[in-house]
Each structure stands twice: as structure tokens, then as C-alpha cells.
């Protein structure tokens, strides 16, 4: 890749600070790794070097005549996985939905990275090593206390070389520098921000609280799923949640037919808890699967809390429509980047 290096006062897009707030955001478990593209949908780790230097790399895709190579492909994919998998550990259904994500968005991903890095030169970008050694230096700091060696035992883990690590941080520099031009301009009024408030109350509002029941099977034998099925089955057509509960369930509440207090969701199983705050009243869940356990609800009653008062939350509310509209611009952007760029897709991926 071809670069000016130029002193750090020089930096970035022009007119544009770059340490302004947008460097790309660390994180453990490698999630350096990822780069966010499109507003929060699609995150990219790339290894292009790598699969410059294997004639047998097949390109899968063109963007304006720069290639992605099937092993970029693949050091993306398996960067987000790595954090996927550890993220939602505990939650296999969501797991096996995040990763079948990754593979469905992955390549439009890589596309959307390398027009992101194209409009990065076009508007006039220029970036030097000196800022690169300033972001792996901090990158360091946040994610491995400053311990460099526990970073190149990450990097070897994954298959990575310094000298790639620093050629992806640069990247993640010019992609994060293009996103913070195209959002600059964001702009909102006091009528703006009231209006975002009435329209997302319940982003306001504090952690509703719930009376429910739960009839929870154990994962213990091949036919689990099935008999927990076949109990939601007796429920949906209108049986006895506490009788079945009583006979079959083998939670703590299963004397009691599996009935719960009132129960502030923010209290209950992350995991369950974002499946109640989606019900309503009266409503049955499905089959949900636990680690080690198959789990029916139904909630009883609701009983909602009032929103903040919108001038102590005025900030947040301000701050929560600055960055919709500002993912919405950094769409809108790449969809004319999209438009205008010759994109070419080669075979099955």
C-alpha cells in the first residue's frame, strides 16, 4: 500500500481531526480485530498480505480492480467468530444465528471496507507511520495493559504477524477518519431531539417488572427437545401451566407450578430476559434453549415503568439521535459508493 508519511500534525482527511473521538475502539478477547463498516452491521478484520502471497488464493470479488482474496475472506470470517462464539456462549440458538450472519454479510463487508478505503485517498487522506505508532501504542495500553508480549501472543495465536497487525490498524485509521467526515455535518435542533425522545420512550424508560411462569426440561437425554415440544404443544392448546409444570418441570419454582413474583426484568437471565421484554401479556414463548436446559415461559402481567423525565435525559437523547442520523449518512454514503464503484463477485463464496 502506497503512503505519505507525513508529520502528525499533518494528519487525516482534510479539515477533519482524526483524535477527535472516532479512533476505532478497543476491546478484549481480539476484538481489535473487528472494524465496524455501515453504521454497526458488519465488522472486517482483514489479511491481505497474506493472501498476496499464495498463488493458489482465488479473488472472490473486484472493487474498482482491487481484489479480495478467499483467504481475506477467511481471516474475516474467522476474526468474527472468535468473538461471536465467546460472546454468545451461553446462548446457543443466538449463536448459530450470529454465525450464520457473518457468512451470509462477510463478503459485502470486505466490498464495503475497500470503497470506504478508496474514498479515504479520494478526498485527499494522507496518514503517516507516526500515527499508526501512536494507535498500535494505545491499542496495547487499553486492550493488554500495556504488556506487548501478551499482545504478540495474541497475534500468534490467530496467525497474524506484527507487520499485518500494523497494516490492519492503518486501515481501521482511514476507515474510521472517512466515517467521521461523512458524519461531521450531523446536525440536530431542540424539536429534533424532543421528537426522538417521544418516538423511543421505552429507550427511557427503567427495567420493566414481570409475574411469569417458567417450565424448564433438562438437556440431559436425547429426546429433551422433543418432550419439551410436546409440553409446549399441551400449553399452546390451552392445558394447565402450573398442573404441567408441577408433573414436569425441574426448576427451583416447579412446587409452586413454575410461578414467579413480580420480577424486574433487568434481574432475570440476560438470555430470557431479552425474550420477555418482546412479550406480551399472556403471551407463550416458544422452546427456549439453554445451556443445559430447554425453557418454556409465559408472562402474566406487565407493569411498566414511566420514562425519564425528558430533561434529565435530554443529553442522552441528543446523543442517541446524533449517531442514528450519523449511521444513517455513512449508509447513505457507501450506497453511492456502491453505485458508482465497479464491484465484481466471482463465483460461490
Known sequence: MNMSLTTPKDH?????????????????????????????????????????????DRVVAKVNGMPIFASDLDAMIHAQERVIRFQFANDPARLRKELAEVKRNALNGLIDFQLLEDEFFRLGGVIRKEDIDEDVKLAIQEAFKGDRAALMAELNAIGMTYGKYRELREQMIMVSAVRARIANKVEVTDKMVREHYENNLQKWRG??????????????????????????MKLASGGDFAEIARENSKDSRADDGGA???????????????VMEKMKKGELSEVLEEPNSFVILRVDDIRKTEPKPFESVKEEVKKSLMEELSREKIENRLCRLREAAEIQKMGPV
Open 12 to 56: 487525516g482527511l482534510p479539515k477533519v481531526p482524526f483524535w477527535n473521538g472516532v479512533r476505532c475502539a478497543v476491546s478484549v478477547t481480539a476484538a481489535w480485530l473487528l472494524m465496524t463498516v455501515a453504521g454497526g452491521g458488519l465488522a472486517c478484520a482483514l489479511n491481505a498480505g497474506a493472501a498476496k502471497e499464495s498463488p493458489k
Open 207 to 232: 427495567p420493566e417488572s414481570v409475574k411469569f411462569h417458567t417450565l424448564t426440561i433438562f438437556n440431559t437425554s436425547a429426546n429433551a427437545r422433543s418432550l419439551a415440544e410436546g409440553l409446549r
Open 260 to 274: 414467579w413474583p413480580w420480577t424486574s426484568i433487568a434481574n432475570i437471565n440476560n438470555n430470557v430476559g431479552k
